[in-house]
């Protein structure tokens, strides 16, 4: 700067490179501005000829277009005063359905307790004797029964006592293999299944009876029993299950079992398997 200030050649020298980088500069902007105004005419002509064929397209097609738009806003105003006007009944979910309170029971898993063993001397007397041979020996056990036959079978005895006011009794649950081979020795007039052939073995099958004035009664000689037995036919079939006074032969009013395809074992190999009518 020194040099500059007080050197006259070198002021001059320092002169020289500055007007020509001057002169540069306004020769680069120039330039740049001519291009830009270029680039700008190029721009401007073809939005021109996008502009003018939009036009001519508008010209051309233009009701079409107008109608389509029309078309288009007022599809969803005419859906929306349909659904004002009319409600479809299919979608109406406040409507009421009937409905089967015994299996929605069950479906809405509602578990029940099984009731106190009653007194041993109540299955002693003659009538139960003679509906269940060897009666000390069967067992009353729910627990041994099959979870969902169980919890059938006690909303079948809770929907008898609701219902009608009868109280009813579990006679026989589960039977061992060795008890049903005992009863089918005794004839098919007391079981026409021998051993794996009853429900009773798997826990699938129950025989009951009612209590009626302090004991147990099981012959349908009894009005009270008999109207007992058909109300109980018409409960178990609405909760899926089968009642032994539906059965052609050997018809077992007290009987109900929970019937599954391939459960009983066939009587000889090749067979067909073992009538659920067996008892």
């Not at 359905?97 to 578990?111: K, P």
């Not at 089918?184 to 021998?194: K, N, S």
């Not at 019937?259 to 067909?272: H, K, Q, Y």
Request: charged share 15%; proline share 5%.
């Amino acid at each position: 700067m020194l040099a500059i200030a007080f050197l006259a050649p070198v002021r001059a020298w320092a002169w020289s490179r500055a007007h020509r980088f001057m002169q540069g500069g306004k020769a680069a902007a120039s330039t740049a501005l001519s291009s830009s105004q270029a680039g700008l005419q190029q721009v401007a002509h073809a939005a021109n000829g996008h502009a003018t064929q939009a036009s001519r397209v508008a010209r051309r097609y233009g009701k079409w277009m107008l109608m389509a738009m029309s078309l288009l806003a007022g599809m969803p105003l005419l859906a929306l005063a349909l659904h004002q006007w009319q409600q479809l009944d299919g979608f109406d979910h406040t409507r009421s359905h009937e409905v089967n309170e015994q299996v929605a029971a069950l479906l809405h898993g509602e578990q029940l307790v099984a009731p106190p063993p009653l007194p041993p001397e109540l299955f002693t007397t003659r009538e139960v004797e003679q509906a269940i041979p060897f009666v000390h020996q069967a067992s009353r056990q729910w627990e041994l029964l099959d979870e969902d036959f169980r919890q059938r079978m006690l909303l079948a005895f809770k929907l008898m006592r609701e219902q009608h006011g009868i109280e009813m009794v579990l006679l026989e649950g589960y039977r061992s293999p060795e008890r049903q081979a005992q009863l089918a020795a005794m004839g098919p007039q007391v079981t026409q299944a021998g051993a794996f052939e009853s429900y009773h073995q798997y826990g699938l099958a129950a025989d009951c009876a009612f209590m009626i004035n302090g004991r147990i009664v099981v012959s349908e000689a009894n009005p009270q029993a008999a109207r007992a037995y058909d109300l109980l036919g018409g409960i178990a079939k609405s909760l899926g299950l089968t009642w032994g006074g539906d059965w052609r032969s050997l018809k077992d009013l007290g009987h109900v079992e929970l019937s599954r395809p391939g459960v009983l074992r066939t009587r000889t190999a090749g067979a067909a398997p073992a009538s659920s009518q067996a008892h």
